[in-house]
């Protein structure tokens, strides 16, 4: 069963990058689109980006100018970096699998469990 | 970007009885490229509906979506106490990807 992982560091301070790696494991990362997506305290989701397993991207033009995302798929793995960040980035991170089907979607059928990440001096 | 408006807010029920949630979109959303999320507390959110009407693997038949256009409903036909979470509508049909604000389902 495919489960995913985020990890990163959980306190950064302002103006500092935040790194996180998902690692994919029991299932490969091929032939599927995989987000970031946040979620601030006791607030609701926020889509992120997205990449495909050949790299193609995509961003949420709120963040674009900040983010990059990318894929390995050697180590089954695909990663974010958010740069200057400042408290409103303060969030639980999750990372989440896109099922494409044809031309269809099925929508983010697995999540991992989430990472917090807080920014603060 | 479209906004997704979700209503009510906050939904006082009793187990054992029907709820109706909605979803409203700022502008027309591709039936095929929406989807409905659960989430309890401290835990991520679980797919329960995709291509507006589709129920997600394991998903029992007490919910199930509708909608097309810009208005979408789940309905959840019997509440089961673990059914009480809040949720949250989906579309990605059209980029960026959005999710409406959340209903929260609470017990009475």
């Known amino acids: 069963q495919v489960q995913l992982q985020e990890s990163g560091p959980g306190l950064l301070k302002p103006s500092e990058t935040l790194s996180l790696t998902c690692t994919v494991s029991?299932?490969?990362?091929?032939?599927?689109?995989w987000s970031w997506i946040r979620q601030p305290p006791g607030k609701g989701l926020e889509w992120i980006s997205y990449?495909?397993?050949?790299?193609?991207?995509n961003y949420n033009p709120s963040l674009k100018s900040r983010v990059t995302i990318s894929v390995d798929r050697a180590k089954n793995q695909f990663s974010m970096k958010l740069t200057s960040v400042t408290a409103a980035d303060t969030a639980v991170y999750y990372c989440?699998?896109?099922?494409?089907?044809?031309?269809?979607?099925?929508?983010?059928?697995?999540w991992g469990q989430g990472t917090m990440v807080t920014v603060s001096s | 970007e479209t906004v997704l408006t979700q209503s009510p807010g906050t939904l006082s029920l009793s187990p054992g009885e029907g709820a109706i949630l909605s979803c409203r979109a700022s502008?027309?959303?591709?039936?095929?490229?929406f989807a409905w999320y659960q989430q309890k507390p401290g835990q991520a959110p679980r797919l329960l509906i995709y291509?507006?009407?589709s129920r997600a693997t394991g998903i029992p038949d007490r919910f199930s979506g509708s909608g097309s256009g810009s208005d979408f409903t789940l309905t959840i036909s019997r509440l089961e106490p673990e059914d009480f979470a809040v949720y949250y509508c989906?579309?990605?049909?059209?980029?960026?990807?959005?999710f409406g604000q959340g209903t929260k389902l609470e017990i009475k």
């Open positions: 291509a507006a009407s």
């Open positions: 990449i495909y397993y050949n790299g193609y991207t």
């Open positions: 502008q027309s959303v591709t039936s095929a490229y």
């Open positions: 989440a699998r896109e099922v494409i089907v044809g031309t269809n979607s099925h929508g983010f059928d697995i």
């Open positions: 989906q579309q990605y049909g059209t980029s960026p990807y959005t």
């Open positions: 029991g299932g490969s990362i091929s032939n599927y689109y």
